[in-house]
């Protein structure tokens, strides 16, 4: 995080502490997605990305959301600081993340458009959308229908993939068609392949609580379509997310493997 | 606030709550420095400060920061809904802002440059770095000193007054020197006179809790530089902050009198 390089404050660290250690998925979907492209320099690009993925990890894990003490293997930022360092590095990680678009290696155009589609994947209509729907469920009367919470993960954690997979698109000026089908898809199976992890896996494994959703009675794509329908539905989709790349030929196919990568993860 | 009509999530309610009701100094500042450069359209870009400001108000006034119950007069966002909805909220609003910046009708080079600096003065080297240094001071063994106290106001509040007085020079891509001379005086203007505002005010017009610094011991410009010399100071801010916008003669008086409103007002 060379942005943060001497600026001697807690929250500083607790950004950087933040954004270690992650998969990565959405980083490499920006560098991948701007290499099929034909650009090798996405670094800003993929480090935003990463920024405003990892703001919301240290916002929901806060004790008001998810109160999670485990991310990535690690105690969570509230619990290695406190809750208003949590606070604010998340809000000046997002803040962060557009800097780093608005100095990324493309035209002007280009840049605005990036900045943009971002904002709105990020904020009420995106993620943060998503996450109040998922806060809003958890007092609802019923729990969700496969519709609702379909919509719910295209907010909470499809957004962001989607955004990511098209980022090389939108900095070369493309058509980003190919790449939105294949980031809606594989948004949706990544979602329901956590689903299947909250189930199957180990936390020690996973880098974070499991089973949680399970004892909360929560709707989860597990419990509507059942753990061979979520694996089978996360499969098809994985292969129409491949089949949407066609166009790009052989060059895809680290695009491709990432897909593949979502539904073979074990955390 | 247009942008969330059509979104039923307590959030976007919670959202468009938040923004009511203040002073709109910074949007007024960005709409004069757009209007002695020519522009009369600055709609996007004043309502990208205030949505900027609203979401530090309503983070700060977290229980886990400053936990205040009262704001601009009514009940803070966290405690007319809940803390979640609250960070949920300040976080969406802070990507809407950037929203409205990438939408703002100025050529895409101009949005960049309003972009990035509204990024830098909202993160960790501005507001966010300045609150982080504020929370930092309540546990130091010492009382901060007038240097530090500045530095941490040139922060907490400077940058975005600071950022607000610049925005039309940087849509118009005309030089910022004599509106950045004018927002830096009278961004620490603002700050000594809310200080006052702290011990000579009272809650019902502040529309906040007063008296929170003194009962704390925290160092203030006023403790610092006693009451008379507090004020003494703000007024030789404002007259500096006047001269500097000799360049743009009578154009300016709008301006000139925000500067004079800043130590006039009781709120």
Chains 1, 2 share one sequence.
Not at 66 to 74: I, K, T, V
Not at 136 to 153: G, K, N, R, V
Not at 216 to 238: C, I, P, Y
Not at 243 to 263: Q, W
Request: charged share 25%; net charge negative; proline share 2%.
């Amino acid at each position: 995080m060379d942005a943060l390089h001497g600026i001697d404050l807690p929250v500083a660290d607790a950004m950087a502490y933040a954004v270690r250690g992650g998969k990565g998925l959405r980083a490499f979907l920006v560098v991948e997605s701007a290499r099929v492209h034909g650009i090798t320099d996405a670094g800003h690009v993929a480090a935003a990305i990463e920024c405003v993925h990892a703001y919301s990890l240290v916002h929901d894990d806060l004790p008001c959301m998810d109160d999670d003490d485990l991310r990535r293997g690690q105690p969570t930022v509230h619990r290695k600081w406190d809750d208003a360092t949590a606070v604010l590095a998340g809000d000046a990680l997002q803040s962060l993340a557009f800097e780093l678009l608005a100095d990324a290696p493309c035209s002007a155009d280009a840049r605005i458009d990036l900045i943009r589609s971002f904002a709105i994947a990020s904020g009420v209509r995106g993620m943060v959308g998503g996450q109040a729907m998922d806060i809003a469920a958890e007092t609802a009367s019923e729990p969700l229908t496969l519709e609702q919470i379909t919509e719910l993960q295209a907010g909470k954690t499809g957004a962001l993939i989607n955004w990511s997979a098209t980022a090389g698109a939108r900095m070369s000026g493309a058509d980003i068609g190919p790449l939105q089908t294949y980031g809606t898809a594989l948004g949706l199976a990544f979602q329901i392949w956590d689903d299947v992890l909250d189930v199957t896996g180990d936390a020690a494994t996973v880098g974070k609580a499991v089973g949680k959703d399970a004892d909360a009675g929560k709707a989860t794509f597990v419990s509507l379509l059942g753990l061979d329908g979520a694996k089978r539905r996360a499969e098809q989709l994985v292969t129409q997310a491949c089949d949407a790349l066609s166009v790009y030929g052989k060059d895809a196919e680290n695009l491709r493997d990432a897909a593949r990568f979502v539904i073979a993860r074990d955390k």
